[in-house]
């Protein structure tokens, strides 16, 4: 059967992002002006973004259920997109610093974020396997774009060679899901009854190879090293957009079949657990500031879980009560990737030619320096921790609240005391910039300039994290929605 | 006929195999031909499903990994390149700048 028009606009943001970055790398060999690429980017971005308007307009399954435009999918695209939006307007001036070609960063940034756009509205295996590759292929090479760096490269063979065996790990769930159902389509999967080993084989294998992607213990070990060595902006893309997508798809996945959400209820209890302690635990002795958001990250990765655990409860028990717990999952990916952006942002800025002043040590009386930065870097880490006026602190409470509320109270009790230990670590970046002098040769050079396009980055994160943090209720109105995943009518 | 069963057999062995090699071996260039036997492993896991349902689908889906399995391979090629041109080294234990 061939594609209808219908169709095409149920994948058009995919469909620009793509078409934008082959047009980058078709313009790549006639024009020479580093900044008319950044400006094509950025229209590219932002086209994919606004057309996913269009694609909930025209909601249903496309390509005979291949994909589902649903407002799930709306959110997700809206979020990676607006993260890629982000990511270009601060990776300008950065790959200016360092002297990087510019066409093909933005090239592989267009192409990831389609892949993560296809993961988010996948319907069926297969098609959520090759939005999983074409973000991943894309991401190893963004994580080496600084070739000559040893770091760098290190940072994306790491990622490559673990990335690729999460990757197997995912395929052959499929293959032994489809063998136990004979079918790869999500849909048809919700009807089966099928509990055989075969599908919990497949099911736990799929949950390993996207426990990789999410950054979940005991799967975690590549997060800190490939956040470290890749460029900064790659790194704040990382942390917010593959992640999102990949989460999205788990979600759906949970949605949708049954036998997912019986099988996965004490794999995530002890995911979450274990991903909670990993993170903040590694993140007390960290003193490279990359390092630290990495460990932080993996934390935020156990605190999503947590909201998993709440959703296979509320599903198990067959109650409609499991809408607040979705809304949560998406509510704090949302704040998270807000905040991670900016604080990247900061970092890469701060960090100077070659990437040099990453150590915490350099953050030292930041905010006689320069005390605007210092504030908007605080309002992250706030954010980070959890505190009232920020968005972190309702992505919080609305977890806390689907965990207590499908009566998992250990997981709550485990959550408060890791953000307790988190505490340490995320006001020692603040004590470290207010209470420390400056070392010497800090305070003799010319403070770090921010221009236009990474001040639009923090101002737009920052002004976010506080717009959610005292009104989340527009954006929980929202994903309350009883026909939040498309199937459903 | 070979039934269904010994081909799923062979397949997890395959990938088992392959999930060794990843664990235990040091060199570069080892480890990433252990992730190609992996996919293969799913090739065939894929293919004999599909027998076994009498569906066609598997055998598609087959077609989709080889490419994908392709497209990785030139872009982990090309790291492993980087990484000896880099270091004079492929043994994964010398790349240890990233650590704690």
């Known amino acids: 059967m061939l594609p209808r028009t219908i169709d095409m606009y149920r994948v058009l943001p995919e469909l620009l992002w793509c078409g934008f970055g082959a ?43 291949l994909v589902e435009s649903d407002s799930f999918s709306f959110f997700f695209r809206l979020l990676v997109g607006t993260v890629a939006f982000l990511v270009v307007l601060a990776a300008g001036p950065y790959l200016d610093r360092e002297r990087l070609p510019v066409p093909e960063f933005y090239a592989l940034l267009l192409f990831a974020t389609a892949g993560m ?71 048809k999967m919700a009807h089966t009854d099928e509990t055989s080993t075969l599908l919990k084989l497949g099911l736990s294998m799929i949950l390993i190879g ?39 798809l788990l979600l759906r996945i949970f949605a949708t079949v049954p036998a997912a959400t019986h099988f996965w209820f004490w794999a995530f209890w002890v995911l979450a657990v274990l991903t909670m302690f990993a993170g903040n635990l590694g993140a007390l002795v960290q003193t490279n500031i990359k390092r630290l ?31 607040p717990a979705y809304a949560a999952v998406l509510f704090y990916l949302l704040t998270y990737a807000l905040v991670k952006l900016g604080a990247f942002t900061i970092v890469s800025q701060l960090g100077g030619v070659g990437e040099k002043n990453l150590s915490l040590d350099d953050y030292a009386g930041l905010s006689q320096r320069q005390p605007v ?67 010497a040769e800090a305070a003799a050079a010319t403070p770090v300039g921010f221009p236009l396009s990474v001040s639009v980055v923090l101002a737009v994160t920052a002004i976010g994290t506080i717009l959610f943090g005292v009104l989340p209720n527009s954006v929980i109105n929202f994903l309350l929605r009883p026909n939040l995943f498309g199937f459903g009518h | 006929m070979v039934p269904t069963n010994y081909y799923v057999i062979l397949s997890a062995v395959l990938f088992g195999l392959g999930v ?22 799913v090739n065939l896991a ?55």
Request: proline letters at 2%; a positive charge; aromatic letters at 14%.
């Open chain 1, 23 to 65: 047009l980058v790398m078709l313009l790549q060999p006639f024009v020479r002006n580093r900044h008319f690429f950044t400006f094509l980017a950025l229209i590219g971005t932002l086209t994919g973004t606004l057309a996913s308007v269009i694609s909930a307009a025209n909601a249903g399954p496309g390509f005979n259920g």
């Open chain 1, 117 to 187: 756009g296809v993961l988010a509205s996948a319907q069926e295996l297969l098609t959520a396997f090759i939005g999983l590759e074409m973000s991943s292929i894309s991401s190893y090479i963004l994580a080496g774009y600084r070739r000559d760096s040893l770091k760098s490269s290190e940072s994306a063979m790491k990622y490559f060679l673990l990335g690729s065996f999460a990757t197997a790990f995912f395929l052959y769930g499929i293959a032994l899901v489809y063998g136990a159902t004979g079918t790869t389509m999500l849909d």
């Open chain 1, 210 to 248: 996207l426990g990789f992607k999410v950054a979940a213990a005991p799967f975690q070990v590549w997060t800190p090293d490939v956040y470290e060595g890749a460029p900064t902006p790659v790194t704040a893309l990382f942390s917010a957009g593959p992640k999102a997508a990949a989460f999205a």
């Open chain 1, 293 to 323: 958001l990495a460990y932080s990250s993996i934390a935020h990765a156990g605190y999503i879980l947590v909201a998993f655990a709440a959703v296979t409860t509320m599903a198990q028990a067959g109650s409609a009560e499991a809408g």
């Open chain 1, 373 to 439: 930065v210092a504030a908007i870097l605080s309002i992250y880490m706030l954010s980070l921790l959890g505190l009232p006026v920020t968005a972190g602190f309702f992505g919080k409470f609305y977890i806390f609240k689907a965990a207590v509320n499908s009566n998992l109270i250990w997981l709550a009790v485990i959550m408060g005391i890791n953000s307790v230990i988190g505490s340490y670590y995320y006001l020692r970046v603040i004590v470290v910039m207010y209470m420390r002098e400056s070392s």
């Open chain 2, 20 to 41: 060794f090699g990843f664990v235990f071996k040091r060199n570069i260039i080892t480890i990433f031909m252990s992730i190609e036997l992996m996919l293969n492993a």
């Open chain 2, 46 to 100: 894929f293919v004999a499903f599909s027998q076994a349902l009498g569906k066609l689908d598997g055998q598609v889906f087959v077609l989709f990994v080889i490419v994908v399995a392709a497209a990785e391979a030139a872009v982990g090629l090309g790291i492993i390149i980087l990484i000896a041109r880099n270091r004079q080294s492929l043994n994964v234990e010398r790349v240890d700048l990233l650590k704690l």
